[in-house]
């Protein structure tokens, strides 16, 4: 008399929930480390863009004048601004000034160009490039995005 | 007849069960590390967006803007030290000079905006928009003003940044 019995799981099996337990798994490390790394890229990507918003509106505080200088005006225990290497201003522009920008742990490089489109009227350029990975202190080179404002003057 | 054997094994050996229970601990493990974990880090993420701090950030780059940007900038003034603001705006379309001012100033670790009349100077309130101050400055380069607050709480720290034109 034979008696076939099958009890508990082949190794097929065994493996097959292996396989979807390790896939859920996975799935909800990676949520997790990407949500967070998310929410650390729009906060410095918010922070820079105040940071050259504010540039780009103190500098139109004074008309566009030639003789702005963010460290003389900006320049604060909170703000530290440093003249610096920046990056490249955009064709046609001639470069004022470029700058180091640490606020909160972050660190960025600012530089401000012009152009005389007309007279009477001078079109501003602010570009401030910063690390969307790393906030830490970094150069200029480890820098991976740029964000760009222009604003338009009457002097 | 020989007899017959059967040698069924029905239940679990001892190494079946302990071996059952050390895998059912490490899951339970698991998932209790996983669950606490998440727990935390949306409570992070909660705060990070919806903290007093952060909601007050809003109110004062809302507010500053808002009042700074209805202001004539040759009646401004501002400190030294830049540790006050004072700016002047027009009451109301009639108006043929600004008649009202409001002066943003920190004091004990809040940021207050103190709102009056200018002919006769006189104080007609004081709001407070933001506490938990650390540093607060205020820059003025030629139209435009700045401000540069930070605050903290439950060791998050905020730096806001805010700037605003003046017009004529």
Known sequence: MKFKRFTGSSLIEVMLAAAV?????IGGISYRYYSSLDGRRANIHATTARVALMLCESWGGTNGSLTYDPVTHLDSDSLTITADDGPAAPADFTTLSSHKLIVSNITCYATLSFKDVDTGLRALNVRVAWQRRDQSDKDLSDMDSVFE??????W | MPKQRFNLKTGLTTIELMVAFAVGIMIFAGVTVLLVDSQRGWNRMYSRLYSD????????RKTFDSIVRKSASAYSSIDDEGSWLEVCYYADEFSVVPDLYARFYESDGDLNIEYGTLDPKQTTSVQTICSNVVNCVFKKVGTSAQMILTTEEDSQQITTITSAVMHN
């Open chain 1, 21 to 25: 337990v390790s896939v859920a798994v």
């Open chain 1, 149 to 154: 404002l222009n604003s338009y003057v009457c």
């Open chain 2, 53 to 60: 701090v952060v909601t007050d950030s809003f109110i004062v």
